[in-house]
């Protein structure tokens, strides 16, 4: 019997950069972060429609980088593993291990800190609506950047043999 239950043979090498990348992306998230530390918002509602808009970018992000097949974060590493194992539409893998993380954070915060802290509304939301807008997201924009992207004519197959 194989051990390795057929992963091996669909292992990416590229997959190895996770680590370096999440360095890269951990900067940025920072950076960034620095860039808004001067936007404060005070209201519910304000902080709502910010959280909502991180979403949409965020979800738009991860969509442009599944679609052009670029080295995922560890979390979407994972999700796009079971995508491809469970042969389910990464969307709804996404959205089942976002709430099943979100589950197991709850639990976590309930056993050692007598209650749910960290977890509100805008974690579940998040996790529900995330996977949905990948889904969405990909449904629109995916033929145009797989055409941006993997176009073969030969002025782009001359320009890239050059670059290498």
Not at 48 to 73: E, H, K, R, S
Not at 79 to 91: H, I, K, Q, T, V
Request: proline share 4%; glycine share 8%.
């Amino acid at each position: 019997m194989n051990s390795n239950f057929g992963f091996k043979k669909n292992f990416k090498k590229k997959n190895l950069l996770q680590a370096p990348f999440s360095f890269a992306f951990g900067f940025f998230v920072d950076f960034t972060g620095q860039m808004l530390s001067g936007l404060n918002p005070q209201t519910y509602t304000s902080q709502f429609i910010l959280m909502i808009l991180g979403i949409i970018i965020c979800a738009f992000g991860a969509t442009i980088y599944i679609i052009m097949d670029i080295v995922p974060n560890a979390p979407e590493g994972l999700n796009l593993a079971l995508s491809e194992r469970l042969n389910m539409p990464f969307s709804k893998i996404k959205i089942i291990c976002d709430c099943l993380f979100v589950l197991i954070g709850v639990i976590i915060s309930l056993i050692f800190l007598g209650g749910v802290t960290a977890i509100r509304e805008g974690t579940l939301i998040s996790a529900l609506l995330t996977g949905k807008l990948i889904g969405l997201f990909t449904k629109w924009f995916e033929p145009g950047l797989k055409k941006i992207a993997f176009n073969d004519n030969d002025e782009k197959q001359l320009l890239l043999n050059e670059a290498m």
